[in-house]
């Protein structure tokens, strides 16, 4: 589920809610490959989907809220972020 999300919310094109809300989360890699593995996925997905605006607001909605954190995510509340699983288990 990991992976489809960054694929969808990666997908649209620069500037976009979803690809800075992706890029968010790939922030919270713990290391230096596994962040630079979800990036790439994100310029990948990029080149390959494009998003809905209901799917756009809905990233936008995340990211207003404040609440998809670093923290948010290790503590297991992948729900704030958008996610249904834990993020940082899909680049292992």
């Known amino acids: 589920m990991c992976t489809a999300f960054f694929l969808s919310a990666g997908a649209s094109g620069c500037g976009s809610a ?3 809300l992706a890029n968010k989360i790939c922030a919270c890699q713990p ?3 596994k962040k630079e593995n ?3 996925n994100i310029r ?3 080149r390959n989907f494009e998003l809905s ?3 756009e607001d809905r990233c936008q909605k995340i990211l207003d ?4 954190t670093c923290e948010a995510i290790s503590a297991g509340a992948w ?3 958008g996610l249904s699983s834990d993020p940082m288990s899909a680049y292992e």
Not at 65 to 68: A, D, K, Q, R
């Open 65 to 68: 809220s404040g609440l998809c």
């Open 18 to 20: 979803c690809k800075d």
């Open 79 to 81: 729900h704030f972020c």
């Open 44 to 46: 990948t997905a990029t």
């Open 31 to 33: 290391t230096r490959a």
């Open 38 to 40: 979800c990036e790439q």
């Open 53 to 55: 605006d209901k799917e």
